[in-house]
């Protein structure tokens, strides 16, 4: 970085951005792991700011910090790597064989067991070895391990992995690539994990690698910035809402790109008027590793006892979910890191 102190001020943006981002996916979850069945019309237009205009912008926004920060280190390609084998690597197969553990004794102690539809009295060793790659379904690209959120950070082990190949790209091909990846994604339909994937780590990526600041850019830019932030959030949100469009899928995707410069500001605004913690933070990544069981059980429970309840019923029991997973979670996190706090170096890669 040209600055010292620009690097400093977007370092502590993006430690502040941590927790919220994992916030939003919580809230995405809290929506998207178990649905409401039949038709509720209001609890979708009620929660679709939360759970999907703002919950769907957690991992793209992860993933654009990831891509800066592994380009703006100047450790070797082999030094790097290393560091990902113990930070994401290590913590990525312990949670999975954590949660593999937990479905086997369940079913050791007779409760049936399936996953993504398939039974685990069936299951070969090469199953139980699959399923630290995807449950058992590609669905275009969109698979996911046995801990589904861990598919975040299995891509971005891949991503590490050809970093070298994507340095040469960007650094040569430049907006070129990153308007390619951006059609791509724009056009593909569900979750478009892949395109997601490629387009916000090149992007984080493109910044290092051309020794720009992207804080500095949001600053200068800020009422450009801010300005299409505030129209494709509005243009996302009724969209989806109150007036549909043919162009739903596209307005949404340019909205959740421009929540994230959004989401900057927000964090270094917070910073520098002394709205900091340091314990949410740290808390991050054992919150994003723990909360989705969670939530699937609480989400499974309300949907089962209230399945004919009205919508506002409905909306209360999202909004109170998400508050129970999170403070569970936070409370998991506090109890290894005052009782077990090897293990919880251990699990979250020494974060």
Not at 76 to 104: G, M, Q, V
Not at 130 to 144: H, I, K, M
Not at 333 to 345: D, E
Request: charged share 10%; aromatic share 18%.
């Amino acid at each position: 970085m040209n600055n010292y102190c620009s690097y400093k001020q977007l370092s502590t943006a993006i430690t502040w951005l941590r927790f919220p981002l994992i916030f939003f996916v919580i809230m995405l979850h809290g929506y998207s792991v178990i649905k409401v069945p039949g038709e509720h019309t209001t609890y979708f237009k009620f929660v679709y700011p939360f759970a999907l205009w703002l919950g769907e912008t957690g991992v793209p926004g992860f993933f654009f910090i990831s891509g800066f920060l592994f380009f703006l280190s100047h450790k070797t390609y082999l030094e790097k790597i290393k560091a990902r084998c113990h930070s994401l690597f290590n913590p990525y197969i312990l949670w999975n064989a954590l949660l593999l553990a937990a479905y086997i004794a369940a079913f050791a102690l007779g409760f049936p067991q399936d996953i993504n539809g398939n039974s685990m009295v069936d299951y070969s060793f090469i199953d139980y070895l699959r399923l630290f790659w995807d449950r058992g379904s590609y669905d275009d690209g969109n698979f996911v391990p046995l801990l589904c959120p861990l598919w975040y950070i299995r891509n971005l082990i891949i991503m590490s992995i050809i970093s070298p190949l994507l340095y040469y790209i960007i650094r040569y091909v430049r907006e070129v690539f990153l308007i390619f990846v951006t059609f791509w994604w724009m056009t593909t339909p569900n979750n478009a994990f892949i395109p997601q994937t490629v387009l916000f780590f090149s992007l984080g990526a493109y910044f290092s690698i051309l020794d720009m600041n992207p804080l500095e850019l949001i600053d200068r830019k800020k009422g450009v910035v801010l300005s299409l932030f505030v129209i494709f959030a509005i243009g996302d949100i009724l969209s989806h809402v109150y007036i549909g469009t043919p162009a739903n899928l596209q307005i949404h995707r340019i909205s959740l790109i421009f929540n994230i410069p959004a989401l900057f500001f927000l964090g270094d605004w917070c910073v520098r008027h002394g709205y900091t913690s340091s314990f949410l933070p740290s808390a991050a990544f054992i919150v994003f590793c723990v909360h989705y069981p969670i939530t699937v059980a609480l989400r499974k429970i309300c949907v089962a006892q209230y399945s004919d309840a009205s919508d506002l019923i409905h909306i209360l029991l999202y909004f109170t979910c998400i508050v129970i997973s999170t403070v569970l979670s936070l409370s998991i996190y506090q109890v290894l890191n005052l009782y077990f706090p090897k293990v919880k170096n251990i699990l979250s890669g020494n974060r």
